[in-house]
């Protein structure tokens, strides 16, 4: 995860430093497991992770054959994630803007390229790799004012036809306590209808009183000038 902002992102380097990271589970999301497959995509399909910090939703996607980019401001949570996997940390391939960490495709799964790094610097180009992408953890980490702006780097990124899975979060109580910060319906339909079909899937209610809310998302041709 990380912010915009100097402030948000010592915020989320502090986190991993002190291990404050209750947010992370090295198990599937539940939502992904049961909505992924509600998406229309090749079996190959590549999938973006915007700040995906060292998620088990990596693995699991990279398991089912989809080649994965995950992109995340704090190095600790991305050479975690390999620790996590048993694996031997990959050479570091230096990119503009971007430390690179980069698994080859294995029998066991599909490849994995971790680069480190702020999203927001992630080149509009990119988009000629990306067949999908996946959101549990960006929107929601993310405060109000930095949202529009993420929504619509999203936009930049996806070509029209491009489909995502992104889970939004709501909460019993009024006062928002984030990150992970409240995203209500409506908040992602002014962000992401301009440029996005949007259909919302189903949702899942916890013992904490917090709603995750899975959406598909599909990108719609820009209109002509």
Request: charged share 25%; proline share 4%.
């Amino acid at each position: 995860m990380s912010s915009t902002s100097g402030q948000g992102n010592e915020q989320w380097f502090a986190r991993w430093r002190e291990g404050r990271i209750g947010f992370h589970s090295d198990d599937v999301q539940p939502m992904l497991a049961r909505y992924w497959s509600a998406l229309t995509l090749a079996a190959n399909a590549r999938v973006l992770l915007p700040l995906c910090g060292k998620s088990g939703d990596i693995h699991w996607l990279a398991q089912k054959g989809h080649p994965v980019l995950g992109v995340e401001l704090v190095e600790e949570a991305v050479t975690g994630w390999f620790q996590a996997q048993n694996e031997a940390l990959p050479a570091v391939q230096s990119r503009t803007n971007f430390e690179r960490f980069e698994s080859l495709e294995r029998s066991d799964r599909a490849a994995v390229t971790l680069d480190v790094g702020n999203f927001f610097h992630l080149e509009a180009g990119l988009s000629d790799d990306i067949d999908a992408f996946y959101d549990r953890a960006a929107l929601i980490a993310l405060p109000q004012a930095a949202r529009q702006r993420y929504a619509l780097k999203m936009a930049e990124l996806c070509r029209p036809g491009v489909e995502g899975l992104l889970i939004s979060v709501v909460r019993d109580e009024n006062r928002d306590q984030g990150p992970p910060y409240v995203v209500t319906d409506e908040e992602v339909a002014r962000l992401f209808a301009p440029n996005f079909e949007l259909e919302r899937l189903g949702e899942q209610r916890d013992e904490r009183g917090m709603t995750d809310i899975a959406w598909r998302l599909r990108r719609k041709t820009p209109l002509s000038c």
